[in-house]
């Protein structure tokens, strides 16, 4: 839910009509850049602070019955298919001619898997539901007979494959402030319940903290270079990855939103 913030910053680059020449991205964030490449300007709004309150979007009710917190196949396949609630503009997406990664985690492996445009067509966003599967809220997703987990877990910042495509400045948009740093200890639950199933997905879980702050810190060096730009919240108040609370999400789209115009357009709202 915190990719609410991600969100705005979209429609704020959709807004003032700026297009990237590559785009990456992890969990929550593939989802807001395929609304992003394909124009739909506040669609991701109305997944975050409507959808998302809905029993069947996530709830308890879910995870109790087939043990997925969040019904990835509900957002991404019933609302999000031709015809759907609000469907994704697929046609609009390849049209654009901009280069789409998304980044899962195979759980077999361990390592991270990035999968290419190619990969999905109209109504068939499984490599987005791939990147999007929280690890003990949902179950590994599956795609081909492999499992994939959430991208974050493997290459949560993912600037690098940016740099290898050729890109010479790179835009982060991170979901929490640039001063935040993992604790290695709060994923040791995580990292055992993985363990017996999949341990090499839990052997990259152990490590999850340390990727992050590693490319983080990358990352601000890069940016002191200007050879990156980093968007990213002051605070995101009581928000969590799975909050619900309406006022919340919306504050910190239009928070995302502001700090792009900031950020990117040195403009002030």
């Known amino acids: 839910m ?83 609630e609000y469907p994704l503009d697929f046609e609009k997406i390849i049209a654009s001619k901009i280069p789409l990664e998304i980044v899962a985690t195979d759980a077999l492996e361990g390592k991270p898997h990035y ?63 640039k001063s935040f740093r993992r604790n290695p200890k709060k994923d040791e639950l995580t990292t055992k319940l993985l363990s017996k199933k999949y341990p090499n997905a839990s052997k990259a879980m152990a490590l999850r903290a340390s990727t992050y702050n590693r490319q983080l810190d990358e990352a601000c060096k890069l940016e002191e270079e200007g050879k990156v730009i980093i968007v990213s919240p002051d605070s995101i108040g009581h928000m969590k990855t799975l909050t619900k609370d309406k006022n919340e999400i919306r504050n910190l789209y239009l928070k995302g939103y502001r700090d792009a115009l900031e950020k990117c357009f040195h403009q002030a709202v």
């Open 2 to 84: 915190r990719g609410a913030y991600g969100a705005g910053v979209l429609d704020c680059f959709l807004e003032k009509d700026f297009k990237a020449d590559y785009c990456i991205g992890v969990s929550a964030g593939s989802a807001n850049l395929s609304s992003y490449l394909a124009g739909q300007k506040g669609r991701n709004y109305v997944f975050y602070t409507d959808y998302s309150f809905r029993r069947n979007y996530m709830s308890l009710y879910n995870f109790l019955h087939d043990h997925n917190y969040v019904d990835l196949d509900y957002i991404y396949s019933v609302l999000s298919n031709q015809d759907g």
């Open 115 to 177: 999968f290419q445009l190619n990969d999905m067509r109209i109504n068939q966003y499984d490599a987005i539901k791939a990147s999007c599967a929280v690890p003990i809220a949902d179950e590994p997703y599956f795609i081909n007979n492999i499992p994939y987990y959430d991208g974050g877990i493997t290459d949560p910042i993912p600037f690098h494959k940016a740099f290898e495509y050729g890109c010479d400045k790179v835009i982060i948009i991170l979901t929490r402030p």
